[in-house]
């Protein structure tokens, strides 16, 4: 009978989502505007607020998909994250998800990765200083849009292989200072580090991106620490006014490559040690 109670008494603590199977990693939930998926640590009570990480999916991928990475369950579950994974909105007349990443095209997805947190927040108790933000590729690149649009909102930002998509605004980012880390490989040639031009946009380049949220946050040009590993070389900015940045380079192309979650979770981890 015991046993039973504390059963029943944990079922009671979980949110909607968890306790009937209909939102989670398989079955989105829907909000105006779209949806996304969650995936809770395994051992969470119910009741424990989260730390909580945003994840952009990249071109032509889901929410869904975000959840078959070992490594991001392993180091964000295993940490106790829960993992929030929006759907790009799909194009018109098909069924690829995108995120333009551009202000003023498509849906604003900006505001709605914001309804998506409010969402969560009223399913699950958040920690609220605690939600992080990353994305591959086109989901870098709205990693990029939320730091430079609601940097206030969010402890802290990673970008995999994505950039801020012109145009940039000038001379600073509207929110900020924000921390930021850059992951990206040297021989990616599907976004290049100078980015390219597609029709009549253009991706972005990693280096203007970078002196954007140096001069949002406030550091000076030349990094503070310089570090040359494997499988990461990194260039870091931290005598700023507020909030830093990082840029880590690997010699592979685009992909999320072995080591990126440790490699965010530390940078991460720094943000909530200067809280």
């Known amino acids: 009978m015991k046993a039973l109670l504390t059963a029943l008494t944990i079922a009671l603590a979980l949110p909607a989502w968890s306790q009937n199977a209909l ?5 989105p939930c829907t ?3 779209g949806d996304y998926h969650l995936m809770a640590p395994d051992g969470w009570d119910g009741a424990t607020p989260l730390p909580a990480l945003v994840f952009f999916h990249g071109f032509r991928s ?8 070992a490594g991001l369950k392993r180091t964000f579950g295993g940490q106790g994250f829960l993992v929030i994974a929006p759907n790009g909105a799909k194009r018109p007349g098909t069924d690829i998800r995108a995120w333009p990443a551009r202000p003023d095209v498509g849906r604003d997805d900006v505001a709605f990765t914001l309804d998506v947190v409010e969402d969560v927040a009223r399913q699950v108790p958040l920690a609220r200083d605690s939600v992080y933000v990353t994305g591959f590729s086109a989901g ?5 849009m939320m730091a430079c ?19 940039n605004p000038a001379p600073v980012c509207p929110t900020g200072p924000v921390r930021m880390l850059q992951i990206h490989g040297f021989a990616d040639a599907q976004v290049p580090l100078e980015g390219r031009g597609i029709r009549d946009w253009h991706q972005g380049d990693v280096f203007e991106s970078l002196s954007l949220v140096r001069r949002t946050n406030e550091c000076r040009s030349n990094p503070d620490a310089i570090s ?6 990194c260039r870091e900015w931290s005598s700023c006014a507020g909030g830093g940045v ?15 979650t440790d490699l965010a979770l530390d940078w991460f981890m720094g943000a909530a040690t200067e809280q």
């Open 228 to 233: 040359i590993g494997d499988p990461f070389s």
């Open 31 to 33: 909000i105006d505007g």
């Open 23 to 27: 939102c989670g990693p398989e079955a």
């Open 62 to 69: 889901s929410g869904a998909s975000v959840f078959r990475s």
């Open 149 to 167: 649009y609601a940097g206030e909102r969010f402890a802290g930002f990673a970008s995999v292989a994505g950039a801020l998509r012109r145009p």
């Open 246 to 260: 990082k840029m880590c380079l690997h010699t592979g192309g685009h992909g999320l490559p072995a080591g990126w």
């Open 140 to 144: 870098g690149s709205m990693a990029w």
